[in-house]
């Protein structure tokens, strides 16, 4: 499965950006699709995750100002990123997981995201 992100780029703090993340697979219902994000020197941590429509997994840090969507029919996952501060600046990360084979995991190339003050 290949995953190809697109959407980041600069923005000033308080503003928005929507990321997609296009996968190229013909049964994108059955993974688990997530956003990860990883600052320098820091650690890859999750920030979004979705399973089903309605089945979503926040980092409490993004709680109320991203959400997290994805459209079966067009094999892609979303974040909607609002009131975005510095602290949000970081390399952002697709993530695929097979709900049956959670060993079969799949990550983007990534797309940078910065946050101006």
């Known amino acids: 499965v290949q995953l190809v992100e697109s959407g980041g780029g600069l923005v000033q703090a308080g503003g928005s950006l929507r990321l997609s993340c296009a996968a190229s697979?013909?049964?994108?219902?059955?993974?688990?699709m997530g956003w990860y994000r990883q600052a320098p020197g820091n650690q890859r941590e999750l920030v979004a995750q979705?399973?089903?429509?309605?089945?979503?997994n926040y980092a409490d840090s993004v709680k109320g100002r991203f959400t997290i969507s994805r459209d079966n029919a067009k094999n892609t996952v979303y974040l909607q990123m609002n009131s975005l501060n510095p602290d949000d600046t970081a390399v952002y990360y697709c993530?695929?997981?097979?709900?049956?084979?959670?060993?079969?995991?799949?990550w983007g190339q990534g797309t940078q995201v910065t946050v101006s003050s």
């Open positions: 993530n695929a997981i097979h709900l049956l084979i959670p060993t079969m995991v799949y």
């Open positions: 979705i399973i089903s429509g309605s089945t979503t």
């Open positions: 697979t013909s049964h994108f219902n059955i993974y688990a």
